[in-house]
DNA sequence: ATACTATGATAGTAATACTTTTATATTTGT
DNA sequence: ACAAATATAAAAGTATTACTATCATAGTAT
């Protein structure tokens, strides 16, 4: 897996950048230490003036790269759910049975980022942290329309609409698979941003992991049909 | 109902502003116009200046009554949570059946406001998609321990622990009781979200609400035990 | 040797998020 | 009715942000 996933470059929309950071070492550095800032200051504080100075370049070099730093989180968020997705696909491709696969599918979306292996300039790990912490504001503005035109949110919709696909073949019942697969994707960053800031609204603690929790829901929300 | 609630005042931290704009006619006119503003033109571009230029105020004297503009949010959320809060309460008193008590509870939580009726300078309708569309930034914040200890969130985690006792109440059995609240309050602002930005991530829709989803959810996962 | 490209350095602009000071209007207590 | 206290308004100032523009320079490709 990790030598797979050292050759597998994950495909963001152009749109989203000037110059592709991935060309160049410089695109690089903006990319790993991006990472690291707005994991240590949060987005807000976090300025294409402070990342200059960290990575000694500068703001103007890296506003070659990226437009502004909302496109730059947009960017991270992108290529942090094309490395899940990549994950997903991966763990539930051989399995046929409609459960297990669900079950698969939940375990890899929902768990813990726990080690950073493949890519060696980002950090899984801090960029599931960012996405817990920062993903809501990327859509939450009054341009989300026009940029979901622009299709910043392709990769997002897809991995949603994957776990769709999951539910309606195990349950073709149900009649609410859109949006259970949304509440568990969304739902599962916010169970982990409650136990870190508000563990009295959460159930989720060192034992149990929002990953038992959807799980559990997701199953008994379910009733699997005969020819899955 | 209506007239009750315009004898009302709903109990806000009163760290949440230098001087409470409920006591004079320009805090009122700030409350009223705040919302309308972030409402039209979002959390990012609404400035207090601007806030000032339209009731023909001036910005120092906005300053006055909030120290800035995030702690306007945190006030009017809680004011938000503080009616709903009170609704809720009000709706499901004399009910002493759970199952009956928790549907009309997710029903007051997570149904649209309809209209504007209660209080005068306080439009719940746009208060309610200022709460879908900006609350999440309240919290998503490397201040937001402090200002949880601060006291900021008390009304929004009592509405939790509300939702939390009646599924207790209703199936002492089910594991994940504070999971499940924190999920229908949060997951139903963000299905509102969905329907709105992103259709093909939800089933809801003009005939599908989000109170119909998370009733279904919530009763699909509890099982009533008898001495309710 | 030259031309092209990437990066760096510097400066500049408009807006934001305030703070400070001073003036004026309004309310209230006696 | 008058003085004092308080609330609001007006204006100016500051540091920072989020850029944009210009020019210099180093490295690379032809």
């Not at 799980?215 to 379910?222: C, E, K, Q, T, V």
């Amino acid at each position: 897996m990790e030598r797979l996933m050292h050759s597998i470059k994950i495909g963001i929309n152009n749109k989203l950048y000037v110059k592709d950071p991935e060309s160049s070492d410089l695109g690089k550095r903006i990319i790993e230490q991006s990472i690291l800032m707005i994991d240590e200051m949060g987005f807000e504080s976090f300025t294409f003036r402070k990342l200059g100075d960290r990575i000694k370049s500068n703001e103007s070099s890296i506003y070659r790269y990226f437009e502004n730093k909302h496109k730059l989180l947009l960017y991270l968020a992108s290529w942090y759910w094309g490395w899940l997705e990549y994950k997903m696909v991966f763990a539930t491709n051989g399995i046929s049975n409609a459960s297990e696969k669900l079950r698969k599918a939940i375990e890899i979306l929902t768990q813990t980022v726990e080690e950073d292996v493949s890519f060696s300039h980002i950090n899984e790990v801090l960029l599931n942290k960012i996405v817990i912490n920062e993903y809501s504001k990327s859509y939450l503005t009054k341009e989300v329309d026009q940029e979901n035109k622009d299709g910043y949110f392709v990769i997002y919709k897809r991995l949603i609409n994957r776990l769709y696909e999951m539910i309606v073949a195990l349950d073709p019942t149900y009649p609410y698979p859109s949006s259970l697969a949304s509440t568990i994707l969304e739902g599962s960053l916010h169970q982990y941003f409650l136990r870190e800031h508000f563990p009295m609204l959460t159930d989720c603690n060192e034992k149990i992991t929002p990953t038992d929790y959807f799980m559990d829901l997701a199953f008994r929300a379910l009733k699997p049909t005969n020819h899955a």
